[in-house]
Each structure stands twice: as C-alpha cells, then as structure tokens.
C-alpha cells in the first residue's frame, strides 16, 4: 500500500480539508488523538457529513454514528449497522483490509466513492478519515467526513436506497509527517 504525507493530499472539496485540518489539529500526547477530543461542535457546518465508525474486527465495523446528510443520501439510518454490508463480494474485503489498515497502522484515509442503488442509479462522493483512540487508549474508532455528492440521475433516497458502495480511489496518509 502506498501512503501519502498529509500536506501532499489534494482533498478535492473545501470542506473536505476543513475537516482534515480540524483533525489535524485536535490535542494529543500521541500520533493519534482520543474520541473525547473530538468536539463536533466546532466543525458543526459539517456535522451532517460526520460518520463515527466502531472498527471491532475486519468483519464488523459499525457505524456509531451518522451525520444527516448520510442518512439522506443512503436512504435509511444506520447508525448500529456493519458499514461492511454496504460493500459486496471482494469489495468488502478491500474496504475491511483499509479501514483495518487506518487503525492497526494507524494511518489516514482519502477515498472517492461510487453507490449504486437498488434501482441502479449511481452517486460518487469523496471521503476522508482519520482514527481516535477510545476511553482506554485502543485505536479502534474512525470518524470521516464524506462531501461532493454528485448524482448521475435524480434518485429519491428513501424510496432508492444505496445498495452498495465501491471505493474507486484510496489513498492513506502518513500521521507522523
């Protein structure tokens, strides 16, 4: 797998690197800060963007949380739902091996997206990630931020949902500079 430096990734969108550089910024003693010092309310025009993510094994990784504007966009809530389930066949084991990567590692994350629909209509959206560290100093949380939604066709979420997702483009990204 091949890691960029932080300072070298094109974040395509301006929020996207809003919320890179809040990462970035957050206190710590270590490469990677703890859960408690992510203040939403400090990025709070991208809240609706926002995805906290529990990574508990390479096959479960659940949502912890999920800003509205995810919600909209897949069609339903899915906040307790495995994120792998979004992803079929040798696609879900190429999203478990990197969003695994991003916390054994640790490393962060930059990916552009691609969802289909039941109804075979397609979205892309552009990702980024980074890891936390929980209240006993694990790393096993990863919040993201997903931005520039673009649709192909008009698809109405809640009677289309996202069926699966494909990661069309990774990068990972090196923490310690």
């Not at 070298?8 to 919320?19: S, Y």
């Not at 408690?36 to 990574?55: C, K, M, N, T, W």
């Not at 659940?62 to 899915?78: F, P, Q, S």
């Amino acid at each position: 797998m091949a890691y960029e430096k932080f300072d070298n990734i094109d974040w395509v969108t301006p929020d996207v690197k809003e919320f890179a550089y809040y990462w970035r910024s957050l206190d710590r003693d270590r490469v990677i800060p703890r859960r408690q010092s992510f203040d939403p309310g400090r990025i709070s025009p991208l809240l609706h963007g926002i995805a906290i993510y529990e990574v508990r094994s390479r096959d479960e990784i659940l949502y912890r949380l999920a800003g509205t504007k995810l919600v909209d966009r897949i069609g339903m809530e899915v906040t307790g739902k495995n994120f792998l389930d979004f992803f079929e066949g040798e696609r879900r084991a190429k999203a478990a091996d990197a969003m695994y990567e991003c916390v054994s590692r640790p490393c962060g994350m930059f990916s552009r997206l691609t969802g289909v629909s039941y109804k075979g209509r397609v979205e892309t959206s552009v990702a980024a990630g980074f890891p936390l560290l929980d209240q006993d100093d694990t790393c096993n949380r990863l919040v993201f931020y997903s931005s520039g939604f673009d649709e192909d066709s008009f698809r109405v979420p809640e009677e289309d949902r996202i069926k699966s997702l494909e990661a069309e483009q990774t990068i990972f990204i090196q923490l310690d500079n």
